[in-house]
């Protein structure tokens, strides 16, 4: 195994993977606030209100 950091400078290829790690942890946090379930700042969305308030006129038909 120590023949790989032979190959690999230790130190470019921790920078590399902790960025990697540090994109993708954000991506994955900001994926989870764009979603009602997980969204910790804002709390879910109240859009079943919104839906309730909607009637929908139909036309009689004649008998």
């Given at each position: 195994?120590?023949?790989?950091?032979?190959?690999?400078?230790?130190?470019?290829?921790?920078?590399?993977?902790?960025?990697?790690?540090?994109i993708l942890a954000l991506l994955i946090h900001f994926?989870?606030?764009?979603?009602?379930?997980?969204?910790?700042?804002?709390?879910?969305?109240?859009?079943?209100?919104?839906?309730?308030?909607?009637?929908?006129?139909?036309?009689?038909?004649?008998?």
């Amino acid at each position: 195994m120590h023949k790989v950091w032979l190959l690999f400078d230790p130190r470019r290829t921790l920078v590399a993977l902790f960025t990697f790690l540090f994109i993708l942890a954000l991506l994955i946090h900001f994926i989870l606030l764009s979603t009602d379930r997980f969204n910790w700042l804002d709390g879910p969305r109240n859009n079943k209100a919104a839906a309730n308030t909607i009637t929908l006129a139909l036309p009689q038909m004649p008998a």
